[in-house]
């Protein structure tokens, strides 16, 4: 295998639930909600009932199997321990099962490392004692039913990627992963003990943080993460160079690069990639932002979540399918975006991704109408406009289909992209959204002697207590991240109007009578005036960290350019900037770009570059490249690297993958209200 190529990639994170699939025929198979979510976007619940299963369930305590199903399998996305053995227990107990099979994405060695603070992390162990003993319980569980000779295994499969579309993959079970800012960095600092590493080559050592130092908790979610990573390299069978940009990526950079299995993984094989981990708190501005220009990105936004997903969301179909039309069919679930086993929805969705808006709704307009006249359907086009698609033209194709139940279950898959684009495009918040992107660029507008963007974002609060409520208190923070993530310290080199807006905003939590979630979250459940304030003075820390993200890059430390009487103000991605050097045909110096793969071949070449024109590594120097935001990352982001690659003419292989595909809502959620220190 020369490269990882889109077909690749989607086989490695198949590979798994395929393995899986050889032990299901006969069996109730009980998945958890990241392993749900990994198989709803490979091959869903069908591939499972293709492969021989009876029933596929959710893994928690309040299910069981029925008297008649006598075997079981359990995928499990977390150490088989703890909680997961107790649900594990209550369910084998609760049933009359014969046989059970616990699949985990976590080895052996992790279990071993974690459970028992023994062996060495990620290294080959034999006997595999905890899985055995497990296996040993499970049997005692079954005895509890008078089972004669029960069987039982546990098993390892590291099920880590969902693919989205080409050259984009998710990793559901880390979806709440988040880097540190440095008002993280610098507690876990004030509590360590351990010395400051003096080979970091981080300009700013005084926050440098080792793996050792982080609060337990996160420690694991970070090994468990790691292992995954390495086990889909395994799967893509690459042996990767690792570079990191940022506190947190370089964290993890460096414990996958130390990993025992993946330095034996990387001698078995030839072919070569580069990972590039990204920390997404050094570009807040794009995910906060509205100006995203992909229809991917208006979906995710206006829809709501899939219940129990973190990616998909809920498609009504009920004006498809219910009563009054031909068909008179009950709606018993929603419709999603997530087909991966039809190839025309799936190249749809792809488009949605990485094409523009126009771009989008054109080639959604060709797919319906190549499929209404294939169904030999009155297909009407008089009045219609070449390039002139809108939510009207594709509701049109649906009603087509609607009048005709066989192939509206014949092109199922089509139409709930269709109706997707439909209810996206005529919801009020999509208007509503075209609102606040005009609030982002008159942020961006002015000079020295106009109001700064804290001002302005202070009137607009002012206007919304005195009755001209244009955006909600969430959309506000978030706009603060925006400004704050954009113009770094400018947002706050005024005391007296960053203690205005602190006021403002304190005033308006007390007097809003209906406080959000994400606001709850923030100022606690009983709302006081001390717990309010404690709140704002956090959110302000963690703003002013925000803007401090990129001090320590020497390259990148802006992406934001001040408007001129030529040029309008402009923001400009860290994720372009990235790949426009590393894809540089000058290849200039990857100044912030730390490679963490540096092991006897890269000293040997450091050496001889005392004496030879030998060039440093660079993520470019190998066919696949793997650009993954830890974070998050929008749809937007993924296109704007796709161009800025072409743009260069590299024939490489580019591969975006995050933790999450991020809303403007998400990025409050993460980088504010959640505590990344002391994760669940």
């Known amino acids: 295998m020369a490269s990882s190529s889109p077909r690749e990639l989607k086989s490695a994170a198949t590979f798994p639930w395929e393995s899986i699939c050889h032990h299901v025929n006969k069996a109730v198979v009980f998945l958890d909600a990241p392993a749900a979510e990994c198989l709803h976007w490979v091959g869903g619940m069908q591939m499972m009932l293709k492969a021989g299963a009876l029933n596929v369930k959710e893994f928690s305590s309040f299910e069981n199997g029925s008297v008649e199903e006598k075997k079981a399998v359990f995928v499990v996305s977390d150490l088989l321990a703890n909680t997961s053995e107790e649900v594990l227990q209550d369910i084998v107990t609760g049933s009359h099962f014969r046989q059970c099979i616990a699949v985990t994405t976590l080895p052996h060695s992790l279990h071993l490392h974690l459970?028992?603070?023994?062996?060495?992390?990620?290294?080959?162990?034999?006997?595999?004692?905890?899985?055995?003993?497990?296996?040993?319980?499970?049997?005692?569980?079954?005895?509890?039913?008078?089972?004669?000779?029960?069987?039982?295994?546990?098993?390892?499969?590291?099920?880590?990627?969902?693919?989205?579309?080409?050259?984009?993959?998710?990793?559901?079970?880390?979806?709440?992963?988040?880097?540190?800012?440095?008002?993280?960095?610098?507690?876990?600092?004030?509590?360590?003990?351990?010395?400051?590493?003096?080979?970091?080559?981080?300009?700013?050592?005084?926050?440098?943080?080792?793996?050792?130092?982080?609060?337990?908790?996160?420690?694991?979610?970070?090994?468990?993460?790691?292992?995954?990573?390495?086990?889909?390299?395994e799967h893509l069978r690459v042996s990767e160079d690792v570079y990191a940009v940022g506190h947190t990526s370089r964290i993890i950079a460096t414990e996958l690069a130390n990993l025992p299995s993946a330095r034996a993984r990387r001698k078995a094989t030839q072919n070569r990639a580069s990972i590039l981990l990204l920390d997404r708190t050094l570009d807040l501005a794009g995910p906060a932002g509205h100006n995203r220009d992909t229809l991917a990105d208006k979906i995710l936004s206006v829809l709501p979540r899939l219940q129990g997903h973190s990616t998909d969301v809920t498609v009504n179909m009920a004006s498809l399918c219910s009563n009054g039309s031909r068909h008179n069919a009950e709606v018993v679930v929603p419709g999603c975006i997530a087909h991966p086993c039809d190839h025309t929805a799936q190249a749809v969705l792809n488009t949605f991704v990485i094409q523009k808006h126009k771009e989008s709704l054109m080639e959604l307009n060709r797919q319906l109408v190549d499929v209404i006249s294939r169904e030999n359907l009155p297909l009407n086009l008089a009045g219609s406009k070449m390039g002139r698609i809108n939510a009207d033209t594709v509701q049109k194709h649906l009603q087509l289909l609607k009048d005709h139940p066989k192939s509206l279950w014949k092109n199922a898959a089509l139409a709930q992209l269709a109706m997707a684009t439909v209810q996206t495009l005529t919801h009020p918040q999509t208007s509503h959204w075209d609102s606040i992107l005009s609030t982002e660029k008159l942020l961006l507008m002015g000079d020295e002697s106009g109001p700064s963007a804290i001002n302005k974002i202070t009137q607009l609060v002012q206007r919304n207590q005195s009755g001209e409520r244009s955006h909600s208190l969430d959309e506000v923070i978030v706009l603060l991240i925006y400004a704050f993530s954009l113009m770094g310290d400018e947002c706050s080199h005024n005391g007296s109007e960053v203690r205005k807006i602190q006021e403002c905003l304190m005033d308006a939590i007390l007097a809003d009578e209906k406080p959000s979630q994400l606001i709850t979250a923030l100022v606690g459940e009983e709302k006081t005036e001390a717990s309010v304030n404690h709140g704002v003075k956090k959110l302000f820390q963690k703003l002013q960290s925000i803007g401090k993200a990129r001090d320590n890059l020497q390259r990148y430390k802006s992406i934001f350019t001040m408007g001129s009487d030529v040029h309008p103000a402009s923001y400009n991605s860290i994720l372009k900037q990235l790949v426009d050097v590393i894809f540089d045909p000058a290849k200039p110096e990857l100044v912030d770009i730390e490679n963490k793969s540096a092991g006897l071949r890269d000293l040997i070449k450091t050496g001889f570059r005392l004496f030879m024109n030998v060039s440093k590594p660079r993520p470019s120097d190998h066919p696949l490249v793997i650009i993954f935001v830890v974070g998050g990352v929008t749809p937007s982001e993924v296109r704007l690297v796709k161009e800025a690659v072409a743009a260069k003419s590299s024939t490489t292989q580019v591969v975006v993958g995050s933790t999450c595909l991020l809303r403007p809502e998400d990025v409050l959620r993460l980088a504010i209200c959640q505590d990344n220190l002391h994760p669940e």
């Not at 579309?165 to 880097?179: A, I, K, R, V």
């Not at 300009?203 to 086990?231: A, D, R, W």
């Open 115 to 233: 459970l028992e603070h023994g062996g060495v992390e990620g290294a080959n162990t034999s006997g595999e004692k905890i899985f055995r003993q497990l296996e040993g319980r499970m049997k005692r569980w079954m005895k509890v039913r008078q089972v004669q000779n029960p069987e039982a295994q546990v098993l390892h499969m590291p099920m880590f990627a969902a693919t989205i579309c080409n050259n984009l993959f998710l990793t559901p079970q880390h979806s709440s992963l988040f880097p540190l800012l440095d008002i993280e960095l610098a507690q876990v600092k004030a509590q360590s003990k351990v010395q400051v590493d003096t080979q970091s080559t981080d300009s700013s050592t005084n926050l440098y943080v080792g793996l050792n130092m982080l609060p337990e908790e996160l420690q694991t979610k970070i090994k468990v993460f790691v292992s995954g990573l390495s086990g889909f390299c």
